[in-house]
């Protein structure tokens, strides 16, 4: 008997997303399109500049009208949400989409204490008294670890360190209990003891409330450890997709062959240096018309100048030229006999 999938919590279809430049407009996203079911972890993954903060900024209208053109269809427990008045997507987010910025120092307000700022998102939301978000404050912070919530609830973010400040943030976006939580790269500059206690929150997270995650990242090691399905994000598009187990035990796109090929191995002889994708991502500016990825890719072939194929398996999809025929041989001259074995 088989488990009857979670309901679709959120619904992206054909998203695009364009700025308006001195020299016109340019595209940042490009057809993008996934979904996230209830209590499921789905990793975007990339390299900066990949489109994956500009993609969830724009579900969740934070990026500029005047400036910004997004296109496409999202919808958050089948309510369309693209396009909502202000005032309607404020009660959505923090209270049933909560995000958890890349940067905590800019995410706080510097004149306002850590307890004054968490008590202000419960308020918004909620109805209970100033006192009763206050003590609610000192809780959500002893929940994420703090050694002295009541302490730390008076403290200004420049008082807390980076992983401090980080937690708080990570409190923030609990006050509520939303259904779907977004964290843009919440690893980013911390060390790797705080990283684990970080992640360790994010997976209690969803055991206690069921909440979706929607985490942006670079690091393939922390996709490995956390997460249900993977999105890899090249150029404004999503270049492969599928399980996590399935993803790393059998890529198929040659910019996934190279992320996972920066993973320090875990056994076997110590590399010299550890592998690295040549080049740079391209700019919405200087984006080809085909294979964002051809101007970096050792296999490029002709026809990566136009839009490549969708190849697709039951769960598996990449946006490649390179066919199940050759893609064993090829994938295993970056990531050595693993590759070839998988």
């Given at each position: 008997?088989?488990t ?36 499921e ?6 390299e ?45 987010r ?31 939301h909620?109805a ?26 008076g ?41 684990a ?55 198929w ?19 010299h ?6 080049g ?54 970056i ?8």
């Amino acid at each position: 008997m088989t488990t009857p999938l979670a309901p679709v919590l959120l619904d992206v279809a054909g998203l695009s997303v364009s700025f308006a430049t001195d020299r016109g407009r340019v595209t940042a996203v490009d057809d993008v399109s996934f979904s996230v079911r209830s209590g499921e972890i789905l990793a975007i993954v990339g390299e900066s500049g990949s489109g994956k903060t500009v993609t969830l900024m724009s579900i969740l209208g934070l990026n500029d009208p005047r400036t910004t053109f997004v296109d496409g269809s999202v919808t958050f427990r089948g309510r369309p949400i693209l396009g909502l008045p202000d005032r309607d997507l404020r009660r959505i987010r923090g209270k049933d989409i909560a995000l958890i910025s890349q940067d905590p120092m800019t995410a706080l307000t510097p004149v306002h204490t850590i307890g004054w700022q968490i008590a202000e998102q419960i308020r918004a939301h909620e109805a209970i008294s100033r006192a009763g978000a206050a003590r609610r404050a000192v809780e959500l912070l002893a929940e994420v670890g703090l050694a002295n919530p009541a302490e730390a609830a008076g403290r200004y973010p420049h008082q807390l360190s980076g992983g401090m400040r980080q937690r708080a943030v990570i409190a923030m976006a609990l006050s509520c209990n939303p259904a779907l939580l977004v964290a843009d790269e919440p690893t980013t500059a911390l060390d790797v003891t705080v990283q684990a206690q970080v992640l360790d929150l994010l997976m209690k997270l969803r055991k206690d409330f069921g909440s979706a995650i929607i985490l942006i990242t670079h690091d393939m090691g922390v996709v490995a450890e956390v997460a249900d399905r993977v999105n890899v994000m090249y150029a404004g598009r999503i270049i492969e997709r599928g399980t996590t187990e399935r993803l790393f035990a059998d890529p198929w796109h040659p910019y996934t062959w190279g992320l996972i090929a920066s993973i320090p191995p875990l056994d076997g002889p110590r590399p010299h240096r550890l592998a690295a994708i040549p080049g740079m991502p391209p700019t919405p500016e200087t984006m080809p018309a085909g294979c964002g990825f051809a101007p970096r890719c050792r296999f490029a072939l002709p026809r990566c100048a136009a839009r490549p194929p969708v190849q697709r398996a039951p769960g598996r999809s990449a946006l490649c030229v390179i066919g199940p025929e050759d893609r064993a041989p090829r994938r295993a001259e970056i990531l050595g006999p693993l590759g070839d074995a998988a």
